[in-house]
């Protein structure tokens, strides 16, 4: 009997792209993800370090790469069954049927423009209400300057972090020890609720502005003694950076990440679905331009934008686009509430 690491075969019946977040951690364990036309595409981002191989390109190696199959095509399930029962390959299966149901939502299909894992995780909150979501996070973290974290001397009074990506890309890049040292004795500034939630997880407390923006943060300090800022971030803005030094702060800025292009074959397979969204969510303004970069300005005619807040929004009204939502709080719950209220005109 031939023995490989671990198979496993899984048959979705489903109308949905993402299905429910169990599944994700699952999938994510896998080394290699096969797929059909029929699966529901927007769970393979939950293996984004995995190799997606469409299942018509499936040639049998005997290797030690874990492997799952996920069709939504009946007789490729028993095809390769067959297959496996013939070789005495062993396997496992599962399956499972999964609706989204009927909501305030129904009707309308979204594209979530946002990066890993926040993208999957909008989609699902989506479904919950009805709609149908396709994740494509164009853009991912890559951790930069790790270096400078590391060996930083100073002492500073105050830490801004811009977005919760600066809080994911720190706890990357230093150890809890290391973390509790760093953050320890300073008042920590966040941008908006979800990075405030990232710091609260490591057990320190931050103060957010009433507007989720860098002018927001800058109403903050007019209030502040004077002292040594810290911001640790991505290219962004420099509005922040300049204000607070003719505030008289001095501020010392990281750029502790950067987001590149997500990989092109990955985002290609989602394209044929793009012509069907009714709804584009941009999440932000670098993520416009480099959608805008990719070629995929022709999906937008005749769409829905929304923005999730109004920096983002003026950049689209920039490139010649209309955004037609701009939630009053700059979050994704922001977005939902308003896209609800919408509904229900």
Same mark, same amino acid.
């Given at each position: ?6 198979? *496993? ?11 429910? =977040? ?18 529901? &595409? ?5 293996? !984004? ?10 040639? *049998? ?63 699902? /909150?989506? /479904?919950? &209400?009805?709609?149908?979501? #396709?994740?494509? =996070? ?16 100073? !002492? ?20 809890? %020890?290391? #973390? ?6 300073? %008042? ?11 710091? /609260? ?7 957010? =502005? ?31 950076? %300049? ?24 985002? !290609?397979?989602? &394209?044929?679905?793009?012509? !069907? ?10 993520? *416009? ?8 300005? %022709? ?16 950049? #689209? ?29």
């Amino acid at each position: 009997m031939k023995s490989l690491n671990d198979i *496993f075969i899984f048959y979705v019946k489903t109308n949905s792209f993402v299905l429910f =977040p169990p599944l994700w951690e699952f999938i994510s364990k896998f080394d290699e993800i096969y797929f059909d036309e029929k699966s529901p &595409l927007g769970i393979l981002w939950a293996g !984004n370090k995995s190799k997606w191989i469409r299942f018509e390109n499936f040639e *049998f190696k005997e290797n030690n790469k874990s492997k799952i199959f996920i069709f939504g095509e009946k007789k490729n399930e028993e095809n390769l069954k067959n297959f496996f029962k013939k070789n005495k390959i062993n396997f496992r299966e599962f399956s499972c049927e999964w609706k989204i149901r009927n909501g305030i939502l129904r009707d309308r299909i979204f594209c979530v423009l946002r990066p890993l894992p926040d993208s999957l995780l909008f989609s699902y /909150e989506l /479904e919950k &209400l009805g709609g149908k979501a #396709i994740p494509l =996070p164009i853009l991912k973290m890559k951790i930069i300057n790790s270096s400078k974290i590391k060996n930083l001397k100073e !002492n500073f009074s105050y830490l801004i972090f811009t977005s919760k990506r600066g809080v994911i890309a720190l706890k990357e890049i230093l150890c809890l %020890k290391e #973390i509790f040292e760093f953050l320890k004795d300073k %008042k920590i500034i966040a941008i908006g609720p979800e990075t405030k939630k990232e710091i /609260e997880n490591l057990g320190f407390k931050a103060i957010i =502005p009433e507007e989720y923006t860098q002018e927001g943060i800058l109403k903050i300090f007019e209030n502040l003694e004077k002292g040594k800022v810290l911001v640790l971030r991505t290219e962004g803005r420099e509005l922040l950076i %300049k204000k607070l030094r003719e505030f008289g702060f001095y501020v010392k800025e990281i750029k502790i990440y950067k987001m590149i292009e997500e990989d092109e074959e990955k985002i !290609n397979i989602f &394209l044929p679905f793009l012509k !069907n969204v009714t709804d584009f969510i941009f999440t932000s303004s670098k993520i *416009f331009e480099n959608f805008l970069k990719r070629g995929f300005g %022709k999906f937008l005619k005749n769409k829905r934008i929304i923005a999730i807040g109004k920096i983002t929004a003026n950049y #689209i009204k920039n490139k010649g686009f209309k955004v037609d939502l701009i939630p009053e709080k700059f979050t994704q719950e922001g977005i939902i509430e308003i896209l609800k209220r919408k509904q229900m005109q």
